[in-house]
């Protein structure tokens, strides 16, 4: 287990307690010696003035802290300004994504148009500066034309010089499993990190897995369904299946667990203690 790896995701909030919580959070799961944090970035930067200011609050308190950035509807000038900030600011991972737009903009607003391209031009402007992250769909992704072009996007990313990747959240092993494969097939050795998404509220789930493309089994989607309003239930079954996927998944020798924490530590730290990796 030495070159596993461990991170966490959080969301920049809008109101002075959502980012007393959000720290709260980051307190105790830095308890577990993560590689990294990292915090999203908003359709079309919506979020830009809150995540840098939270990147800069965590990357301060001792834990490498990578910012999402997108170039959908965003120039060169201002990535590269963002980039800038972040190089003097002691930042050295970045999660480069392509980004969603905010509804109602055009879809060829900016300058860049997918994640290869920011990819290309973080290393053009820092070189190996940071360490870049990008994003992989073991279900696809839910806007590509088919698997096989979305197997070739992926490829484009790493090709341009991604460093490692993290996989949209999936309940379905065999999917990651099959995706990791046939990039093995496609000679991409680089790592990719599965998603991990705790379950905690089947209502939310269920709209985050819709949007997202992620398949909820029917199974674990009956069960929840059966358990209602009873959230304790919901919270405990939700720990039990997640923590024996995440049991699967180390057997099968992934490189690492990347949480999607929605600022909540303790879902996080009972599937990790319950793994008892070290």
Excluded at 107 to 133: M, P, Q
Excluded at 169 to 198: A, H, K, Q, W
Excluded at 213 to 241: H, T
Aim: charged content about 25%; overall charge negative.
């Amino acid at each position: 287990m030495d070159n596993f790896r461990l991170s966490f995701e959080f969301f920049p909030t809008k109101t002075e307690e959502g980012t007393k919580k959000l720290y709260n959070t980051r307190d105790k799961l830095a308890e577990l010696n993560p590689d990294f944090f990292s915090v999203t970035y908003g359709a079309g930067g919506s979020t830009r003035n809150n995540t840098i200011d939270i990147v800069n609050g965590l990357n301060q308190k001792g834990i490498s802290t990578a910012p999402h950035l997108s170039c959908v509807g965003e120039s060169r000038d201002n990535i590269k300004e963002l980039l800038n900030h972040y190089a003097q600011n002691d930042v050295d991972r970045i999660v480069a994504l392509r980004g969603d737009l905010p509804s109602g903009m055009a879809t060829s607003s900016g300058e860049l148009k997918y994640a290869n391209e920011l990819v290309e031009l973080i290393k053009k402007e820092h070189g190996d500066r940071f360490h870049l992250e990008v994003a992989a769909y073991p279900e696809m992704h839910p806007q590509a034309n088919n698997y096989e072009d979305d197997l070739l996007n992926f490829k484009r990313k790493v090709d341009a010089g991604a460093d490692s990747a993290i996989t949209q959240y999936f309940f379905n092993i065999d999917s990651y499993l099959y995706f990791v494969d046939r990039c093995l097939d496609m000679g991409i050795e680089t790592p990719i990190v599965p998603g991990i998404m705790p379950i905690t509220n089947y209502t939310k789930l269920a709209r985050f897995s819709d949007a997202c493309g992620a398949e909820i089994p029917r199974w674990i989607r009956k069960q929840l369904e059966a358990y209602g309003d009873d959230n304790e239930s919901i919270m405990k079954f939700g720990e039990e299946v997640m923590t024996l996927m995440c049991e699967d998944l180390v057997e099968n020798g992934v490189p690492g667990l990347h949480f999607y924490t929605l600022n909540q530590a303790d879902p996080c730290l009972n599937i990790w203690k319950n793994l008892n990796l070290w």
